[in-house]
């Protein structure tokens, strides 16, 4: 249809002669909008796809930067339909065979989903192809959104493995102001740069309006931990939506998409195709795959529907667990460490406490027997509490490694079991009451006279997801195989 025009301003513009039969056919497309002054419509990314067909479009219909999305367009559709190919590159550091899979995968299409289970190093994946693209001249800048918690590990990942060299990393954190400040820093960088922002930062009006209008698509998004945009009526849904929009090159991680059932699937996957596959908006998905009860409370998937889903994702996603024995070759044991910033209340306990110490040990002889306490003293405060001379229990408020440890949960514990250890009744007694709802296994010094029947608990019954045990008393002569996972919320200095 040669007399059918699409520009890209902010969105997909349609101009076109008027005609009533183009009309009602760019009204079956969900999303779309009439502007009434400018006279014309306006169209979302994802429904390119049903555009095309309506008025078999060629490449000759897109102008004034829309083009791009003509090719993006027909190289994903080539993509789903073709052998992955091995693509040659040098690393800074050898990945293993599924991730080197996954490595092809990610740089073959534009955008992907990557659901690789805790430890099987999806944050390696993500750098190497991120510098696969800048080296390409796919891309100039990469913006990594992923919880707080994580940042400090995407630091250490970049330095580790990021094979081009200088890999320049801003942390975007402190006073909207501040941020901004980083943000121009990077976006001044010329060489390969990096800038790691929580999804909490996103949805400070100023950074996301700062973001809305810097994103090119020569940016490349990565979206750590995407189950938490699963939710499509929170705010830090909704920009990481609209900010997707603005580049073709888009990655959401996690280790399993669905922490709850199949309607946590839209808004990540909308990040990956843009609403092509599963619709526009989260209701047009939802009716489509689902139906409810009575009541419009439960909804569940439709018979046939959850195979549809399977396979959309499988187009343009990779998922590998543990398990998948032939697909990965990975050491015995992988470690994974989280780094956890103190809050400014056990910041200050904490080095009033350091400083006093230090004038002790200026007056003293070291021994262990000196030196221990003291120690355990401190790890006290950064497990969230600290129990004074007159053996009171003071409790920091909002301790953010509860926080962190909560995050790691929610992402593994619907798919499989987990081992927590602590050294400290106080923080085994309040992972206990957290976690009540998944019936945990409990083994401390109050306990251990029936180790038998709480680690046949957790053994044997599915209801029980977890185990909680301090290492002196539970450490040795017990079997914990119901999981591959283990969790050192802190540990003895033995």
């Known amino acids: 249809m040669q007399q059918l025009k699409v520009v890209l301003r902010d969105k997909l513009e349609v101009y076109f002669p008027y005609n009533p039969d183009t009309v009602r056919k760019i009204r079956t497309i969900p999303g779309r909008k009439y502007n009434k002054e400018k006279k014309h419509w306006v169209v979302p990314f994802g429904a390119l796809n049903r555009l095309i067909k309506l008025f078999n479009l060629t490449e000759d219909n897109f102008r004034d930067g829309a083009d791009k999305y003509w090719r993006h367009y027909i190289h994903t559709l080539q993509a789903r339909n073709s052998s992955i190919p091995d693509i040659s590159f040098q690393f800074r550091t050898k990945p293993y ?36 693209r800048y080296k390409k001249g796919d891309i100039e800048k990469v913006l990594i959104i992923s919880p707080y918690s994580v ?32 943000l121009k820093k990077f976006i001044d960088n010329d060489s390969i740069s990096f800038a790691i922002i929580n999804y909490e930062g996103i949805i400070i009006e100023e950074i996301y309006k700062f973001l809305d209008k810097m994103i090119t698509d020569k940016w490349m998004l990565i979206f750590d931990e995407s189950t938490r945009i699963k939710n499509p009526q929170t705010k830090r849904t909704k920009i990481a939506m609209r900010l997707a929009e603005k580049t073709f090159y888009r990655l959401i991680l996690t280790g399993s998409p669905i922490t709850n059932d199949w309607l946590d699937i839209y808004t990540q996957w909308y990040i990956v195709d843009l609403g092509e596959r599963f619709g526009h908006n989260y209701w047009e998905f939802r009716n489509t795959y689902f139906h409810s009860d009575k009541n419009g409370w439960n909804w569940k998937l439709k018979q046939g529907k959850e195979k549809k889903i399977k396979e959309i994702m499988n187009s343009q ?52 027997a000196f030196i221990l306490p003291r120690l355990t003293k401190l790890s006290e405060i950064t497990n969230g509490f600290l129990i004074n001379e007159n053996k009171e229990v003071i ?71 977890m185990f909680i045990g301090n290492p002196q008393s539970g450490g040795l002569g017990i079997t914990l195989t119901a999981t591959d996972t283990i969790i050192y919320f802190n540990n003895s200095f033995s």
Request: with cysteine.
């Open 395 to 465: 409790d920091f408020k909002n301790n953010p490694k509860m926080k962190v440890l909560e995050e790691i949960i929610e992402d593994i514990i619907k798919k499989k079991k987990v081992v927590i250890w602590s050294r400290f009744r106080y923080n085994i007694e309040a992972m206990a009451n957290r976690f009540k709802e998944y019936n945990p296994a409990i083994l401390y010094g109050d306990t251990s006279s029936d180790s038998g029947n709480i680690v046949k608990k957790f053994q044997e019954d599915d209801n029980c997801r």
């Open 317 to 368: 996603s990779i998922i590998i667990t543990k398990q998948d024995q032939d697909a990965i070759d990975l050491p015995d044991k992988v470690y994974e460490s989280q780094y956890i910033e103190l809050t400014k209340e056990q910041r200050k306990a904490y080095d009033e406490l350091k400083h006093l110490y230090i004038t002790e040990i200026e007056e003293q002889t070291i021994t262990a």
């Open 151 to 182: 940042i400090p590990v995407w630091k250490k990942e970049i330095i580790k493995h990021c094979p081009i060299l200088p890999a320049h990393i801003y942390l975007i954190h402190g006073t909207p102001m501040s941020r901004i400040k980083t």
């Open 97 to 132: 065979k599924h991730q080197k899979e996954a490595f092809n995968r990610c740089c073959f299409f534009d955008s992907y989903a990557l659901f690789l289970e805790m430890g099987l190093g999806k944050t390696k994946v993500a750098i190497d192809t991120a510098a696969y």
